[in-house]
């Protein structure tokens, strides 16, 4: 491959993002554009086979050209399912219709949208700074991690840490938020295992770009996690009642 054809591939996928992201946009309110099936397919996998639904990524990046998922359903889907599940958190824990309505806008901005939007650009300016392999020659084609890639990445590492945190804690709370060891040594190690599984996919979603290298960098936080769970449960502190006191204050 001549230089001249890399600089002109390079220019091509440097300005691809930039012209896809408005349309990534425009398609979150075109339902009939998106694919439902094939998101809930990816949901399930991510939290049964995570291997296998990154192995997609693979095969998106052959038939589109790029790493980033260009249907926007994944988020509209995630964002729907966190607001049913704050809305029956509020039901059973908030008698103020008012404050149910920011608890909800407030779980979506800052738990979801704007932490994921942080997450990303740090793991985006990381992997694209530090992380990624010297091209041996001047004759290869640049590759860098896409922004929307590495918000594509915390959508999918959130989504199972939704299911444990959210779903799993609803019906388990009335039993994590009492009084006591045993509630805070569960719910502390339902944290541990979430936080550990976020973080073990935000490293599959990484390790899968063949342009990148030590990206078991990722998986330094587990160690951290492990470490601090066995303080927390000594020292009593229950991160359910933490949390759900931050809201619902009045009702535990």
Known sequence: MSPTVSKT????????????????????????QMDIEYTFWQMLHLCTAPKIAYQHTKYHKQTKNQWARDDPAFVVICSLLLALATVAYCAAYDHSAAHAVSVVISVLLFHFLLAG???????WFLTNAYLREEAPNTCVVEQRVEWLYAFDVHCNSFFPMFVMLYVIHYFLSPLLVAHGFIPALLSNLLF?????????????GYDVLPFLERTTFFLYPIGIVIILSPILILSGFNPSRYFMNIYFSRTL
């Open 9 to 32: 591939r390079s220019s091509i996928s440097i300005s691809r993002p930039n012209a896809m992201f408005p349309q990534y946009l425009r398609r979150i309110v075109k339902w009939q």
């Open 117 to 123: 939007i942080l997450l990303a650009t740090c793991c």
């Open 192 to 204: 541990m295992v979430a936080a550990s599984y976020h973080h073990y996919l935000n490293f599959l």
